[in-house]
């Protein structure tokens, strides 16, 4: 089946610091799937940061950036410059483009925690 | 309002009792999902709906069953409890496929004793 690893559980970086979050995804697919960053902030529900569909781009929202790597079969999830308001929880999630398989298969997580 | 609203958020029940997780959505959101999560892993799909009455079992239905009568609403059910099933529970919706947005609850804590 599917799968999503995401080596780090708890990763702490220093206000104004570079960040990178590895992603790396196993799809059983013909085709390529389709890979989502999403963030759950203190409080809140889980909730979609972005989104990258075509093998080779990129997506970005709120300063971070994720490329579709499919030779690596990565997606990292960078930021050159990271706010303590980035204190979130991540998760890197692939869906399956098979027809009729609507899964989201997510990682186990990556807690971000930036010291002020 | 785009909100997805589940309830309890703190839920603490024996072995053997019946548990009733409700999740509401004010989008007409075609699909809905019931996730898991427990600590290490990622988020584990219970069961998929894809409209009323139309339901599919996702990677991990064993234990659980699922009622949608409407659109907004959907449950998950739990009969007969067992501790293994001590987890958080995510409840999910989006408006066509999973390659389309989801948006999440707040989760609801069950602790089966």
């Known amino acids: 089946g599917d799968s999503v690893t995401q080596t780090e559980g708890q990763v702490t970086v220093s206000e104004s610091k570079s960040l990178i979050i590895n992603c790396t995804y196993s799809?059983?697919?013909?085709?390529?799937?389709?890979l989502f960053w999403y963030v759950r902030y203190p409080g809140e529900g889980l909730q979609l940061l972005l989104k990258v569909i075509t093998a080779g781009q990129k997506g970005s929202s709120r300063g971070f950036e994720a490329t579709y790597n499919k030779e690596a079969t990565s997606f990292h999830l960078q930021k050159a410059s990271v706010q303590e308001s980035d204190s979130a929880v991540y998760y890197c999630?692939?869906?399956?483009?098979?027809?009729?398989?609507?899964?989201?298969?997510f990682g186990a997580g990556t807690k971000l925690t930036i010291k002020p | 309002d785009m909100k997805v609203t589940q309830m309890p958020r703190y839920l603490i029940k024996r072995m053997g009792e019946n548990v009733l997780l409700e999740c509401g959505q004010d989008?007409?959101?075609?699909?809905m999902y019931w996730y898991r999560q427990d600590p290490g892993l990622g988020l584990q799909l219970i069961y998929i709906s894809y409209d009323v009455d139309s339901n599919s079992e996702g990677d991990i239905p064993k234990g659980y069953r699922v009622s949608r009568k409407k659109r907004e609403h959907f449950s998950l059910i739990l009969d007969s409890a067992k501790t293994n099933q001590t987890s958080v529970y995510f409840c999910?919706?989006?408006?066509?496929?999973?390659?389309?947005?989801?948006?999440f609850g707040h989760g609801t804590k069950l602790s089966v004793l």
């Open positions: 989008m007409s959101h075609e699909t």
């Open positions: 799809a059983t697919s013909i085709g390529y799937p389709n």
């Open positions: 999910a919706s989006s408006l066509g496929t999973a390659n389309e947005r989801l948006f």
């Open positions: 999630a692939l869906s399956d483009n098979n027809y009729g398989n609507e899964k989201i298969t």
